[in-house]
């Protein structure tokens, strides 16, 4: 089945990696069609973000060694999008 949407937490020193240069060692991944990386928090020496990736089938070993490499790290998966086509969550309401 493959994967078309990750959104990923990742970690960062503050100094590097570059987030241009974080955004293409993700594009550089085999599958990999789109990237969307937002900073969601700075600390003293750490930034947190929040990264969306998108695709056809992303060869999500591959991007978390490109990730890896760059020296920033993956700290979570928070969503998964796989199969045919890419479905929206819908929130259930309570």
Known sequence: MPIRRLVLDIDKTVAE?????LARAIEESPGVRAVNISVT????????TDVTVEGEDIDVEV??????????VVHSVDE????DYTLEHTPRSR
């Open 17 to 21: 990696p570059r987030l241009v240069d």
């Open 41 to 48: 928090e700075i600390d003293i020496e750490t930034v947190g």
């Open 63 to 72: 991007l978390t060694r490109n990730i890896e490499r760059t020296g920033a």
């Open 80 to 83: 998964v999008v796989a199969g």
